[in-house]
């Protein structure tokens, strides 16, 4: 588990690889997968018997422009919806979290520093959680692998790295989802998103990627 939260991170300080500067892909998800969220925050509320305060947590959520968007919307959509309904809307209580070492430290707020592979709240404490293109990012490179000439998987990546990264996804995303469950209360919601230079091929053959985009089998 240590290695999720040691490497792998973008650095506030190095506007070229910043996160900030290098997250417009992520801004088009989080637009055009916003009636989702609008979708699962009604159904919620729905069925959630009325209380004073909603826990949200916001997983993976780096920093620069879109680390407050999903946040600012949840808001809106709770806000919009209780006063159709006529109804007084309840606080929010909004959580960030993101790796400790990641651009995350530059935001001035209260987060939860932390991989989201472990537990990071305490038991049936959340009603949302919301979480944005992190599904591929695996908890750390899958041991005992020879993938030469590329980082992840490719066409020409062995059959045992296709197999290699598929059990450590399938590990990984169980774990994510059994912590969840033990942190949100009953009826709560948890919405997942997930989407030219010369390189010498020593560097190549020497460097993986954690990095897996799940797909449905046929």
């Not at 490719?154 to 169980?174: G, I, L, T, W």
């Not at 009826?187 to 990627?209: K, Q, Y």
Request: glycine residues 4%.
């Amino acid at each position: 588990m240590a290695s999720s939260a040691n490497v792998h991170c973008t650095n506030a300080t190095d506007k070229q690889i910043s996160y900030a500067n290098n997250s417009s892909l992520q801004k088009k998800v989080l637009l055009k997968t916003r009636p989702f969220l609008e979708d699962t925050i009604k159904d919620m509320l729905s069925k959630m018997v009325p209380v004073p305060c909603i826990k949200v947590a916001d997983l993976g959520c780096a920093s620069g422009p879109n680390t407050f968007f999903p946040a600012c919307g949840i808001v809106d959509i709770v806000t919009r919806i209780c006063q159709e309904a006529h109804c007084e809307s309840p606080e929010l209580q909004v959580f960030l979290n993101d790796l400790p070492k990641n651009d995350f430290n530059s935001v001035q707020i209260s987060g939860v520093a932390g991989s989201f592979y472990q537990r990071l709240f305490p038991t049936n404490s959340f009603h949302f959680v919301h979480s944005s293109y992190w599904l591929h990012w695996l908890s750390k490179v899958p041991g005992g692998v020879e993938n030469k000439r590329n980082v992840y998987i490719a066409k020409s990546s062995p059959p045992n790295v296709s197999k290699a990264y598929f059990e450590q996804f399938r590990d990984d995303f169980s774990r994510v989802l059994r912590f969840r469950s033990e942190e949100m209360i009953t009826g709560g919601r948890i919405l997942l998103l997930t989407s030219l230079g010369l390189v010498r091929e020593s560097d190549v053959d020497s460097f993986n990627v954690p990095y897996y985009h799940p797909v449905k089998k046929k």
